[in-house]
């Protein structure tokens, strides 16, 4: 099971930091990535880390603003947020792909549809 925490409301060029906890099992073989949801919009891809930690991919929207990252013995990933902009407002949903291999790329890594694990969400806000 994966829990993530640590959103709430701040103000435009705040900074935040998520965690996402998995209890239960270790993550230490999945492919974690990190997606929001805004009001009235699909879900979308943010940011993904392979199981070791050595690559990570972001959404251009995040790109050089956000930085994922992980630690394995606390079971653990998380999603360190600077410069937020109203627009990153959403719920932030962590999830596992546990089949994925070492080296999935980008492509396959931002596919909402590889994960299988889904975390509860957390709240985002981010004011003008």
């Known amino acids: 099971q994966l829990q993530a925490s640590g959103g709430g409301l701040v103000q435009a060029g705040d900074s935040l930091k998520l965690s996402c906890a998995a209890s239960?099992?270790?993550?230490?073989?999945?492919?974690m990535g990190w997606f929001r949801q805004a009001p009235g919009k699909e879900r979308e891809f943010v940011a993904a880390i392979s199981r070791t930690g050595g690559s990570t991919y972001y959404s251009d929207s995040v790109k050089g603003r956000f930085t994922i990252s992980r630690d394995n013995d606390k079971r653990t990933v998380y999603l360190q947020m600077n410069s937020l902009r109203p627009e990153d407002t959403a719920v932030y949903y962590c999830a596992g792909d546990r089949n994925a291999i070492l080296s999935a790329g980008p492509l396959y890594s931002s596919n909402q549809e590889n994960y299988e694990s889904w975390g509860q969400g957390t709240q985002v806000t981010v004011s003008s």
């Open positions: 239960g099992r270790s993550i230490s073989r999945d492919l």
